[in-house]
């Protein structure tokens, strides 16, 4: 269908292309025999030739933005078809997995520690499905502009801290350090910003996992404060960075990628500072890995 499409594009814009040029040969050939004063004769050609020339630059421009158009709907299109895929598969893992879960618990006199590893699991699960299932929302009430900031005043390391130990809580060990001013009084939604942050961290993870450094931060400037979280994973590629925050959108090659994911992590995150009057940006963090750094206005 898409080589369909850009071949029927490409044929018409040709067309198009070819007879505005022929029509103004023709009127240019007209011009010659209904003139034959040579001063008159010329003023005429230029001018045919000027506003043909402007009219000429209008059509690429037009033809091109439509081109553009065209390829970023097609692109959107793919990625909603990949993400039907991808959500799909991603909500019955974790209700497959716990009701295997379960099912063992029920059916096997399993010792106490055996029992507490498939219960703990079993809750990570639904943690995951119920993570994936807020996204979905998420990004809906973004699409329906139905989110508004309810600000307040807190203290940025002390929520910080919350949301890591619920982190580590899954591990036998931390595993993310913490840099924090613990100073901070920072006005926000909380509801919206634990969003951020949580998926700033699930995005370490999933990209450069548990075992490799993470790292949550902030800082405070006159007029800003900046948090962010780094990790020292593979990175992105440079021609991949731009539409990161795209929605649906999934790093890496949609028949070999095995992340788990479902593209709208990064474009709600995004989404969400905007809210805030605030601004997100990636950089490489140093020797290797990523930083996503966020900008809110005191």
Do not use: C
Request: aromatic share 10%.
């Amino acid at each position: 269908m898409r080589k369909q499409t850009n071949f029927l594009f490409y044929i018409l814009s040709i067309y198009v292309v070819l007879q505005f040029s022929w029509w103004g040969f023709h009127l240019i050939q007209l011009s010659l025999e209904l003139e034959p004063a040579k001063n008159n004769l010329n003023r005429r050609v230029l001018m045919i030739i000027g506003e043909g020339s402007v009219f000429f630059i209008l059509l690429i421009l037009g033809l091109m933005r439509i081109r553009n158009t065209i390829r970023k709907e097609m692109e959107l299109s793919a990625r909603q078809s990949n993400f039907l895929l991808s959500v799909t598969h991603e909500l019955k893992t974790p209700i497959a997995s716990t009701k295997l879960f379960l099912q063992t618990l029920k059916r096997q006199n399993l010792p106490e520690e055996k029992r507490f590893d498939l219960t703990q699991k079993a809750i990570e699960e639904n943690t995951r499905l119920e993570q994936l299932i807020e996204n979905i929302l998420n990004a809906t009430r973004i699409e329906n502009k139905a989110l508004k900031p309810i600000l307040t005043e807190f203290q940025f390391s002390e929520f910080a801290q919350k949301i890591v130990e619920r982190f580590h809580k899954r591990t036998t060990k931390p595993f993310i350090e913490m840099d924090l001013k613990n100073d901070t009084l920072i006005r926000a939604d909380q509801f919206l910003l634990e969003t951020i942050l949580t998926n700033l961290i699930e995005n370490a993870i999933k990209y450069a996992g548990e075992n490799v450094g993470i790292k949550v931060y902030s800082k405070a400037t006159t007029k800003n404060f900046v948090f962010g979280v780094q990790d020292s994973g593979p990175g992105i590629d440079t021609f991949e960075q731009k539409n990161i925050f795209e929605k649906f959108y999934r790093v890496g090659n949609e028949d070999t990628r095995t992340n788990k994911g479902s593209g709208l992590g990064l474009y709600i995150v995004n989404e969400f500072i905007h809210l805030h009057g605030g601004k997100i940006s990636y950089s490489t963090n140093e020797p290797k890995g990523s930083v996503f750094e966020v900008t809110l206005p005191l």
